[in-house]
Structure formats: structure tokens, C-alpha cells
């Protein structure tokens, strides 16, 4: 089939690479020149493992176009997936302006049938208010087209293996021939496809969203009684995934969630509620214990070190999970700016975000970046773990122990075994163990 994308960020450009893995032709419209500049070069802009070499491989077969032309992009073809950006207003709402300009600017340019597709994320009746928008600036109001909702769940890190293999398929449809079209898109997956309302599926992936990072709150709030109590959360954890019902993933605590969803999807998903006349007070919570994390995880380090000032603090991870080089949201950020307040010495290392961090922390008097994991951690008074990345999990943790100045680790992921860092001599702080 031929499908064309518009927006090249992170949800567009998966889209538009692992639609044409699957055999079809794809044209992917960017608004920023320079980045199609370097999509058509076979350059990802973001750092996803295994996109850019997918990307190559559809551009060298010829079946990904990039174009900044939203004209071109809308006669390539019919089927029209909007993955543009949804980010956060200040009163916490999602800013839909994006899609909006291209709701518009499509329908100007509409000369036959389209299908638009929402893949952001999207607040519920966001299909009707594109609807409108299209209706309004139809050249010709009889010119046929349908608005549909296809909620992207791919997470950052594994986006290409989410995208292939999905759990579930969600659509929103109206109509039969927007139905047909999906049937065909997506008929050689091998997963259940759930074909509801658009409304519905719009709900769907926030309530997704939103109950995922309740189950973090909730788990972490349970580590804390378990730092209280003496269990070990990790086996709570556990114990309590085995209950089908409850499951095991999204039950690791530690220091919070980030990244460019969940803060900003449970945010929206209260304003929406309220907007609607409904105080969603459970997700308020959510929210209040996330953004209590980083503050809790400075505070049980100044119990360990008393003060911080002129100490050497190594950070092992920037980015808000690993396998990304993104910090939008990242519980580092925080930390960080606690440690800067406390006038620490902070040696960062991460194998793919301190670019993006040096934007917001630039090197300096107390900011250092290390060239490596062991350097980061000379002369450090503590280590802290704020990303589970596998080069740490994997660290010679004896060399670690000879380069610091006291053998003192906070892990805000709670990547190593307690017994045997102790054994390694370690003053070792778990998360909730
Ligand atoms: C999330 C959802 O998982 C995807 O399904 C969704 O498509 C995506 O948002 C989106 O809406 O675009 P993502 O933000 O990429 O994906 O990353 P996650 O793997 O969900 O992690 C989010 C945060 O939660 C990270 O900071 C992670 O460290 C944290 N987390 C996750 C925990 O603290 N504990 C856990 O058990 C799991």
C-alpha cells in the first residue's frame, strides 16, 4: 500500500520505517528541512536502536520518500497517518495546535478520498474536532473522507519491536471504507486488532497510559513502606505479579517515570477529565508521587553523606530510561538541580544522553561529564544510579570500589543484588529492599 506520514519525530518516523519493512511505499512529510535533509542522507535524528539501519535498508529498496511538501505527501496517497506533536500546555492540557494546522491545511489541498489517521496521542473527540476543521476548509464539501484513530502504543528504546509486534492493534472507525483500508494495512500482523469508535480508541491509549504509570506510583509508594518495614520490594513485586490479574511489568520501583508520555499523558488525562466536570483525584496522586521522587532519593542521600557540599556525586544514567538519548522529563533532571542547590560536585555519565544533558547543565565549576562509567565515579563520595542501562548492570564493580572515595551506591533502579554488592563492601542503598 502506499501511506504517507506526516511528522518525522519519534511515533512518524517508526511509523513511516517499519511501514515500509512491511513491504509498502511510504512517504514521510517533515516540516524542518534539515532533518529531511539528514532522513534522506539515512541519518535518524533520534537515537532508536535499530531505526537507522532499517531506515537505510527501505531507502536503499526505495520504498521511504521524505518531503518537507505537504502537497506531495497528500497525492502520494490516500491513507494519512498525523503523527505530529501533542505536547503540554501550561495548564497541563494537550496543545492540539499541531494538528489542527494539519487538519487545515489537508483539507485546502483535498482533491479526493483521504483517510486521516490520529497517532498521537491524542485527548477523547479529538476525531470530531478534526472533522470540523477538515469540513470547514474543504475546497469542494463533497470531496469524501473519513477521520480515524489508530493509537500508536510503541515505547522509546524497543519502538521498532512495539511497532512489529504489538499487543493489541486499536481503530477507530466510521465508516466501512476506512475499516476495508485497515484490514488491509494491517493483515499481516499476528495480534488481536480491536475495531471500536474513534472516541473509544482515543481512550484507550490514555487510559493505557495513564493506568501504566499508576502502577508506578503505586509500586513505589509500596517500596517506601518497604524501606520502612524491612521487605524487599522487588519480591512484593513479584509475589504480586503472578496474579494474572495484576501482572509484573510496570511494578519496578524506583525513581519515578519520565519521558515525553507519561507525565505529560496523566496531566492531560485529569484536565481532560476535569474539562468534562470529573475530578480523576486518583491520577492527582499518581502525579504527586512521581514528582516526590527525585526530592526523596536527594534526601536519603544527604542522610548517608550529612552534607553534600564540595562532595564529588556521581550519576550514572541521564536519559528517562535506557536505550534512548532522550531527557525530556527525566527524573536526572531534578536530581541534579537538587544536588546543584546543595553545592555537590556532579560527575554525569551516560552512553548516549549527555549531549542532550549538556543543554540544560553545561559543563562548569560543579557540573563534569566523564568519558566513561569509571571515571565518572573517581574520587565520588557516592555513586547514583538513575538509569537502568546495561553497561551498568554489567560494571566491574570492584574497579568502581578502588576508584571512589567512599564505596557508598543510592540505586534509584535497583539494577544490582544487595548481598552482593555488600559483599563487594559497598554501603549499597536499594530502592524499597
Ligand atoms: C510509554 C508507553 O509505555 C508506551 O506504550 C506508549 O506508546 C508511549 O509511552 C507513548 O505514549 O508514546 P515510553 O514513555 O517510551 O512509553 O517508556 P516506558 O517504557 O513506558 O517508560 C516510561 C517511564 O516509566 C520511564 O521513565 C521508566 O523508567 C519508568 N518505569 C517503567 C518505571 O519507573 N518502572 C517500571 O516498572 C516501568
Not at 532499517?54 to 505527501?73: A, S
Not at 475499516?179 to 499476528?190: G, Q, R, T, V
Not at 518495614?229 to 503472578?242: E, F, I, Q
Request: net charge neutral.
Amino acid at each position: 500500500m502506499r501511506i504517507t506520514v506526516i511528522g518525522g519525530g519519534y511515533v512518524g518516523l517508526t511509523t513511516g520505517v517499519c511501514f515500509a519493512h512491511l513491504g509498502n511505499e511510504v512517504m514521510v512529510v517533515e516540516k524542518i528541512p534539515q532533518k529531511v535533509e539528514l532522513l534522506k542522507k539515512g541519518r535518524s535524528p533520534i537515537y532508536e536502536p535499530g531505526l537507522e539501519e532499517l531506515l537505510q535498508e527501505n531507502l536503499r529498496e526505495g520504498r521511504i520518500h521524505f518531503t518537507t511538501d505537504l502537497r506531495e505527501g497528500l497525492e502520494f496517497s490516500h491513507v494519512i497517518f498525523i503523527c505530529v506533536g501533542t505536547p503540554q500546555k501550561p495548564d497541563g492540557s494537550a496543545d492540539l495546535s499541531q494538528v489542527e494546522e494539519v487538519a487545515r491545511e489537508t483539507a485546502k489541498l483535498m482533491k479526493s478520498y483521504k483517510l486521516l489517521i490520529e497517532k498521537s496521542t491524542v485527548p477523547v473527540n479529538t476525531h470530531k474536532l478534526i472533522k470540523r476543521t477538515v469540513q470547514r476548509y474543504l475546497k469542494d464539501p463533497n470531496i469524501p473522507y473519513d477521520v480515524a484513530s489508530n493509537p500508536e502504543f510503541l515505547r522509546e528504546g524497543s519502538a521498532i519491536e512495539d511497532f512489529l509486534k504489538p499487543d493489541r492493534i486499536v481503530v477507530g472507525v466510521e465508516s466501512q471504507r476506512a475499516k476495508e483500508i485497515f484490514e488491509k494495512l494491517y493483515k499481516d500482523f499476528d495480534c488481536p486488532i480491536i475495531y471500536t469508535d474513534p472516541a473509544t480508541a482515543e481512550l484507550i491509549k490514555h487510559a493505557s497510559n495513564s493506568f501504566l504509570a499508576m502502577k508506578i506510583s503505586f509500586i513505589n509508594m509500596v517500596a517506601d513502606l518497604c524501606e520502612k518495614t524491612g521487605a524487599d520490594v522487588k519480591l512484593v513485586a513479584d509475589g504480586m505479579g503472578y496474579d494474572k490479574r495484576i501482572g509484573r511489568a510496570f511494578l519496578n520501583a524506583g525513581i519515578g517515570y519520565g519521558g515525553s508520555c507519561f507525565p505529560k499523558d496523566v496531566k492531560a488525562f485529569i484536565r481532560m477529565a476535569q474539562d468534562y466536570g470529573l475530578n480523576f483525584g486518583l491520577l492527582r496522586e499518581v502525579e504527586r508521587i512521581n514528582q516526590e521522587r527525585p526530592a526523596k532519593f536527594v534526601e536519603k542521600l544527604k542522610k548517608v553523606l550529612w552534607s553534600l557540599k564540595d562532595k564529588k556525586i556521581a550519576l550514572w544514567g541521564l536519559s528517562f530510561k535506557p536505550n534512548t538519548d532522550d531527557i525530556r522529563e527525566a527524573p536526572s533532571i531534578k536530581v541534579a538541580e537538587l544536588l546543584i542547590k546543595e553545592n555537590a560536585l556532579l560527575s554525569l555519565y551516560d552512553p548516549k544522553a549527555m549531549e542532550n544533558f549538556k543543554l540544560l547543565f553545561p559543563e562548569g565549576k560543579q557540573i563534569n561529564y566523564a568519558k566513561d562509567p569509571y571515571s565518572a565515579v573517581e574520587g565520588a563520595s557516592a555513586l547514583l544510579i538513575l538509569t537502568e542501562w546495561e553497561e551498568f548492570v554489567k560494571a566491574d564493580l570492584g574497579k568502581v570500589k578502588e576508584l571512589m572515595e567512599l564505596p557508598i551506591i543510592l540505586d534509584g533502579r535497583n539494577i544490582y543484588e544487595p548481598q552482593e554488592v555488600k559483599a563487594l563492601g559497598f554501603e549499597y542503598y536499594p530502592t524499597g529492599r
